[in-house]
């Protein structure tokens, strides 16, 4: 199993580009997760999903747009990047069926906006 | 709301040290506890968790026991290595509505073992 990926690990963006940030894992996990980590501010939730065609808004959604069309993938997209959303991201999934929701991460995506 | 409050770093100690590392959550019900590493250049991955309160979570020689009086889950090591010069987060799990994939986090704290 690969388990959580990513795509890409770098992007540099200029002020107003779109983007689309990948994640896909392999575990037939239900929930999925988006996280921005901020210096100082620990792991911040941006959106989740609690199985294919379900979303919700997490702490911090605005300026991201998500979809899970199927239960293996669930993109995070930038409409228009501001330098606030310069930041690391992660992505990850959980299955409501282990004992405790233990979440497996991804290696992250360094995001650069200038 | 749910929070998590963790002692800030960065924490630098001697190789065979003791470590502590405080964290304080605030609640409501039984959140499910949690510490979680990342390593330089990697994601997080989950270092021990607890369910419920007197449960002691422990991995890698790492412990902490889920205090529900006091409201916290401090990480112990009795004797650190340069090999755990990590990230280190506590996160809890919400008890209800299905909380499975919206931990909350503290701010981490950087923690650097020098022989």
């Known amino acids: 199993n690969a388990g959580v990926t990513q795509t890409p690990k770098f992007q540099v963006l200029k002020t107003g580009q779109s983007m689309t940030l990948q994640c896909a894992q392999d575990?037939?996990?239900?929930?999925m997760s988006w996280y921005r980590q901020d210096p100082g501010m620990g792991l911040r939730l941006i959106h989740y999903?609690?199985?294919?065609?379900?979303?919700d808004q997490g702490e911090v959604p605005n300026g991201y747009n998500v979809s899970r069309s199927t239960t293996e993938d669930f993109p995070l997209r930038l409409l228009s990047a501001a330098p606030s959303q310069t930041s690391v991201y992660f992505c990850?999934?959980?299955?409501?069926?282990?004992?405790?929701?233990?979440?497996?991460f991804g290696p992250g995506t360094r995001l650069t906006v200038l | 709301g749910n929070s998590v409050t963790q002692m800030e770093g960065p924490v630098t100690l001697s190789e065979e040290a003791f470590l502590t590392i405080n964290c304080t959550y605030t609640?409501?019900?039984?959140?499910?506890l949690f510490w979680y590493v990342q390593y330089p250049g990697e994601g997080l991955q989950l270092l021990l968790k607890a369910t419920k309160a007197d449960d002691k979570g422990s991995n890698k020689g790492f412990e902490a026991t889920y205090r529900k009086e006091t409201t916290s889950f401090h990480l112990e090591k009795g004797s650190v290595q340069v090999s755990d010069s990590a990230v280190y987060f506590c996160?809890?799990?919400?008890?209800w509505g299905g909380g499975g994939n919206k931990l909350t986090f503290g701010t981490g704290t950087q923690l650097k073992v020098e022989l």
């Open positions: 609640a409501t019900g039984y959140p499910s």
């Open positions: 575990m037939n996990h239900e929930y």
């Open positions: 990850a999934s959980s299955s409501p069926g282990l004992a405790v929701d233990e979440q497996f």
């Open positions: 999903s609690v199985g294919a065609g379900i979303t």
């Open positions: 996160a809890l799990n919400p008890s």
